[in-house]
């Protein structure tokens, strides 16, 4: 895995200036500039966000968490769903549609959630958070039971 990565490494600092400039980029150079880059973008995340936020490209409330992402279970599970937000509601359906509608209400198939939901067959579960005026984006996972 490791010979890949460095050739991959050779091959860039190529494709990026070594017809440029003199000495031509090294490994080190690449993996400088790759640690700037991850450091940039790691200390700057929320900022972004913020910034995003400010012209209404980035929703301002987080989507709930749920205590399983989905997957196979055997015979019953149940599923927590918890907020990542100061407060609001969280609404979810079992039925695979969006707790939202498009006229912004809640959908007729949403609940609130008050407790952990006992599953035992195959179910989609979608779920967001509300603060009365403005949604999460929707946490998705299916359950199967084996």
């Known amino acids: 895995m490791r010979w890949s990565f460095n050739r991959a ?7 990026w200036g070594d017809s440029s400039h003199s000495p031509a980029s090294t490994r080190s150079n690449w993996l400088n500039e790759m640690n700037f880059v991850a450091g940039y973008w790691a200390s700057n ?3 972004a966000i913020q910034r995003f936020r400010n012209v209404s490209l980035w929703p ?7 205590n399983h992402i989905g997957g196979h279970f055997t ?11 100061a407060g609001g509601t969280i609404w979810f ?7 939202r509608i498009a006229n912004g209400s809640s959908s007729p198939t949403a609940h609130k959630y008050s407790a952990p939901i006992a599953l035992k067959s195959p179910t989609r579960v979608r779920a967001r958070v509300t603060d009365g005026t403005h949604w999460s984006p929707p946490m998705d996972s299916t359950f199967i039971p084996l």
Do not use: C, W, Y
């Open 60 to 66: 301002l409330l987080g989507p709930p968490a749920f």
């Open 45 to 47: 995340q929320v900022r």
């Open 9 to 15: 490494i050779v091959a860039e600092t190529a494709r």
């Open 93 to 99: 359906t079992l039925d695979g549609k969006d707790p």
């Open 75 to 85: 015979n019953t599970m149940t599923l927590s769903i918890s907020h990542t937000n």
